[in-house]
T-cell receptor
């Protein structure tokens, strides 16, 4: 099975940089995803890492270390609209055509003025 | 707009009843996943279908069942509803196993 840990809540100031950590213990690994979810809305895809290292996409970057079971999502130049929950999800190794995502409980980020 | 369509958006029903939630995946996506999200809880994986066949089951109750039809849309059936079944139910689709999943807007189920 999968066990995924993220901080429950974080607060940061508009214009600042925030790092949201995710650690996982898994029986198998086939990639890690970050999703953003505003309250009551659908999760939207942010980033995907399957190899170690940093993936940068605009103001958002995601890092993965498979040996440490660790990832982080880095948000730069924070904006008020970035206030949301950030979900870390690990994909199981595929068995045939089955491959599901297991989600952490998410980190609720509050951006303040 | 993710391209994944879920209906209805909201559903209020009484305990003991049965409801059906519907999901139309993105055009070309063969995989459909169902997730349950209770208040302040993470997304709990329920079930995965690929091209009409069940591929993986998560923490899905026996009172719940799903299917994927030849046109690839999927339905999640919830029966003998209990108050604790109140949650957001999300459907997600992906091309297969290699890419990210795109989520629908969810169905908010309230059991009273």
């Amino acid at each position: 099975g999968q066990n995924i840990d993220q901080p429950t809540e974080m607060t940061a100031t508009e214009g600042a940089i925030v790092q949201i950590n995710c650690t996982y213990q898994t029986s198998g690994f086939n990639g890690l995803f970050w999703y953003q979810q505003h309250a009551g809305e659908a999760p939207t895809f942010l980033s995907y890492n399957v190899l170690d290292g940093l993936e940068e996409k605009g103001r958002f970057s995601s890092f993965l270390s498979r040996s440490k079971g660790y990832s982080y999502l880095l948000l730069k130049e924070l904006q008020m609209k970035d206030s949301a929950s950030y979900l870390c999800a690990v994909r199981d190794p595929p068995t045939g055509t089955a491959s599901k995502l297991t989600f952490g409980t998410g980190t609720r980020l509050q951006v303040t003025l | 707009d993710s391209g994944v369509t879920q209906t209805p958006k909201h559903l209020i029903t009484a305990t003991g009843q049965r409801v059906t939630l519907r999901c139309s995946p993105r055009s070309g996506d063969l995989s459909v996943y169902w997730y349950q999200q209770s208040l302040d809880q993470g997304l709990q994986f329920l079930i995965h279908y690929y091209n009409g066949e069940e591929r993986a089951k998560g923490n899905i109750l026996e009172r719940f069942s799903a299917q994927q039809f030849p046109d690839l849309h999927s339905e999640l059936n919830l029966s003998s509803l209990e108050l604790g079944d109140s949650a957001l139910y999300f459907c997600a689709s992906s091309v297969g196993q290699g890419s990210e999943a795109f989520f629908g807007q969810g169905t908010r189920l309230t059991v009273v």
